[in-house]
C-alpha cells in the first residue's frame, strides 16, 4: 500500500507564493509519473503539472509561467513552487504518483491539501 503525505497548502494573497511537497511511501519497485492536480467547488479535477521519471514536464496553460514542478527521486518526494497566485488559483490540490511493480503500474492519490488566495 502506498501513502501519499501532502503539505504546504494554505491562505495567501494575490500574488503572494506557496510551496506544496508530497510523499510518496510504502512497498512498490519505482515511482514513474508524480504531479499536481487541483479541483476547484463546482469544478472537474484539472491537471496542473506532471513530471516524468524521465524529466519531461507537462504544464496547465493556467500554471505555465508561475509554477514549477520538481521532484527528488531520492526521497520520493514532488513539489509544486506556485508564484504570483490568483484568486483563481484557489482549489484543493492533490498529488498523484504512479508506482511501479513487478507485474504493472498503480495510480495513487493524495487526500488533498486546500489553497486559498484572497484578492
Known amino acids: 500500500q502506498v501513502q501519499l503525505v501532502e503539505s504546504g497548502g494554505g491562505l495567501v494573497q494575490a500574488g503572494g507564493s506557496l510551496r506544496l511537497s508530497c510523499v510518496a511511501s510504502?512497498?512498490?519497485?519505482?515511482?514513474?509519473?508524480m504531479g499536481w492536480y487541483r479541483q476547484a467547488p463546482g469544478k472537474q479535477r484539472e491537471l496542473v503539472a506532471e513530471?516524468?521519471?524521465?524529466?519531461?514536464?507537462n504544464y496547465a496553460d493556467s500554471a505555465k509561467g508561475r509554477f514549477t514542478i520538481s521532484r527528488d527521486n531520492a526521497k520520493n518526494t514532488v513539489y509544486l513552487q506556485m508564484n504570483s497566485l490568483k484568486p483563481e488559483d484557489t482549489a484543493v490540490y492533490s498529488c498523484?504518483?504512479?508506482?511501479?511493480?513487478?507485474?504493472?503500474?498503480?495510480?495513487?492519490w493524495g487526500q488533498g491539501t486546500q489553497v486559498t488566495v484572497s484578492s
Open positions: 510504502g512497498s512498490f519497485y519505482g515511482i514513474t509519473d
Open positions: 498523484h504518483v504512479v508506482t511501479v511493480y513487478y507485474n504493472g503500474r498503480r495510480d495513487n
Open positions: 513530471l516524468a521519471n524521465a524529466g519531461s514536464t
